[in-house]
């Protein structure tokens, strides 16, 4: 099983940057497809961008165009680029895994979450 630990989050003001890191252990990193997602206070939590072992990346529609998902093989890292940031974007970002090899979902192991609040 991958052990997932996010980091780089904390607070921003509107139009601010951040980074968030998603260090994995434990398995083969290279050939899972890893996910970002995001839970608001008092919602569910939601898709927010995925890369699969390929390099080939998915954005949810509210956060195209300002955040970019790219992973570092080497260094088993993925990371969530978050550019032009907006109040509704505060939530606790969560790094997935996916649980089986060249398959992109099935979301099986996850990070314990970083905060990220960005201020108007």
Do not use: H
Request: aromatic share 14%.
């Amino acid at each position: 099983q991958v052990q997932l630990v996010e980091s780089g989050g904390g607070l921003v003001q509107a139009g601010g940057s951040l980074r968030l890191s998603c260090a994995a252990s434990g398995r083969t990193f290279s050939t899972y497809a890893m996910g970002w997602f995001r839970q608001a206070p008092g919602k569910e939590r939601a898709f927010v961008a995925s890369i699969t072992w390929s390099n080939n990346t998915y954005y949810a529609d509210s956060v195209k165009g300002r955040f970019t998902i790219s992973r570092d093989n080497y260094k088993n890292t993925m990371y969530l680029q978050m550019n032009n940031l907006k109040p509704e974007d505060t939530a606790v970002y969560y790094c997935a895994s996916s649980g089986r090899r060249y398959v992109l979902g099935s979301w099986n192991d996850w990070g314990q979450g970083t905060q990220v609040t960005v201020s108007s």
